[in-house]
């Protein structure tokens, strides 16, 4: 974690500060519930010695009436506490997922670093949930601590040594609560650990369920998913043993005090100090006592686990940027030039796109195309050389800005589970409906909506799994030039159609992308065809530069790689 960074602590101490008013309402009421429950032995006490030992009818009917007024008040007060706490953890998770969705999605990257997508899911849903989950417990918390002040002060009254046993015997007991929640906040960390790392791999293996038929390799798949799951569930039943060892123990410290506040009560009234109504109210109130410090065990171990999963996120929100962003804003023309570019498998790359230009790159080695991408989307910083767009190197450039201005769509873009209509304009939410219908005509997903049942407005499936690989290829197509950009460039965009619609995209995309500059790194003849130039990359660096068709007629390299 950075130095400066969020830590769990100040993760936890926001979300419960940007609850602050509901936390307070709700303690408030839950005070009033609280108080109100200690006061029934106490009413009760004063009844027996005031109306039954007296046999005075209209007191017991007054203290019947008080008894009345109690659990109205009482009652009211704890369904409002319990729903304003409630509501303050969902608001306090929402945020925290708001928070985490923000940072994921950052132009400046790096929130993914070494986090599979699943366990990213798990951070934003559970332990989300988990420190808001604190923000709903410290009302109880507060409820029951002032149930315990009350009790004592009640107690107090009845006599001074059973109100100092309690005033003296509750600090001890929250310090040995707090001590042995240790154990269970430590694995409770591991076995949200083991379940984000479990839900990773599921969501890794069902993501890459058609390759793993393919390659025959379910029974490995099959194997490492049982091994992650048995982790999980091993690190799930140490917390929860922890857990019920933890609760045990606050029960039996509470039995004990208890049990000592009832015989010290029952020694007293035997001895004559205290009445009968005394009795019944010290016994009654001790036997209250079990509620709020259950309440407070119960508390302990939701902070002990809260400040686990807020260890957790605050490492998601204070993982370094994977590149730093600059202050200036892109101009917009579209001029592309790489100068002595070296990044991964790439080795002193020159290149310059004019604006306007679409250019062809063939790359031998699928990683030199990975790497070329990576650095025109300043996904990654070169190790040396520069890239530059209009001039400006992209290290100058505001990240979020440069991310209007240059789209780079990976071949395994992603469709979300919406309409096709709503996928084409998910990049562009400013297109009009003559730029979306240029769009689905170029990508030729015009005839993907023709076919489905409901046109573009029918729903697709998750990763837009009710789509054939052709299908989807071409909506992730029809998404990337609705969006306009200045600088666009596409990573085999075809592979999956049929060579006629191939072509027909092919015709059509130097069309929708005139005046705009467009790479297409890609093997397709068809699309290569089309192209003002091609730049050839192998062993890292260009080693042809020319149009196609004079590439085919006279490079034999050339022509092996693309029409084999």
Partial sequence: MPVGGPTGGHVLRRA????????????????????????????????????VATGSSQALLRWLLVLAALFLVLSTCYRTSARIAEGSGEHAAHRLRLELGARVLDPRGGADANRLPGALTSIATNDARRVGSVATVLAYGCAAAAALVISAVALLRISVPLGLLVLLGIPPLLWLGHRISRPLERRSETEQESAAHASGVAADLVSGLRVLKGMGAEAAAVARYRTTSQDSLAAALRAARSRAGHEGAVLALTGVFIAVIGIVGAYLAMDGSISVGDLVAAVGLAQFLLGPFQLLAYVN???????ASARRIAEVLASPAAVEGGQQTPSGAGHVRLRGLTLGTLRGVDLDLRPGSLTGVVARDPAAANDLMLALAREADPSDGLVELDGVPLTELDPDGLRRSVLVAHHDADLFESSLLDNVRAGAADAGTSAVDDALAASATDEVARLLPDGADTLLAERGRSLSGGQRQRVALARALAADRAVLVLHDPTTAVDTVTESRIAARLRDVRRGRTTVLITTSPALLAVTDRVVVLDEGTVTVDGRHAELVAADETYRAAVLA
């Fill in 16 to 51: 419960i500060r940007g609850q602050r008013r509901r936390v307070i309402s709700a303690s408030l009421l839950g005070m009033t519930h609280q108080g109100c429950e200690a006061l029934v032995p106490v009413v009760i006490g004063a009844a027996i010695d005031t109306a």
């Fill in 301 to 307: 171990a939701e902070f002990a686990q809260g400040r």
